[in-house]
């Protein structure tokens, strides 16, 4: 049977009520830990008042 590890990161938004994700940064931290065999498994956003988004969260796994 397979075995996995997990891995969990959180990207803060900026802007005046959030909601804005730099994407250079979020792309560049994803690619690197794909080439470190993570892979993407579940990405969601947390709210904050009125619907924007507070922080996105990423979950990746890889084999042991």
């Known amino acids: 049977m397979d075995k996995w590890e997990y891995h969990t990161?959180?990207?803060e938004t900026?802007?005046?009520s959030g909601?804005?994700?730099e994407l250079q940064g979020f792309e560049t931290q994803l690619n690197a830990l794909g080439s470190q065999g993570w892979?993407?498994?579940s990405c969601f956003d947390?709210?904050?008042?009125?619907?924007a988004t507070?922080?996105?969260i990423a979950i990746f796994k890889r084999k042991i």
Not at 46 to 51: A, C, K, L, V
Request: proline share 0%; net charge positive; aromatic share 14%.
């Open 54 to 56: 507070r922080e996105v």
């Open 19 to 21: 909601g804005i994700l």
């Open 14 to 16: 900026k802007g005046f």
């Open 46 to 51: 947390t709210n904050q008042s009125y619907g």
């Open 39 to 41: 892979e993407l498994i």
């Open 9 to 11: 990161i959180k990207f």
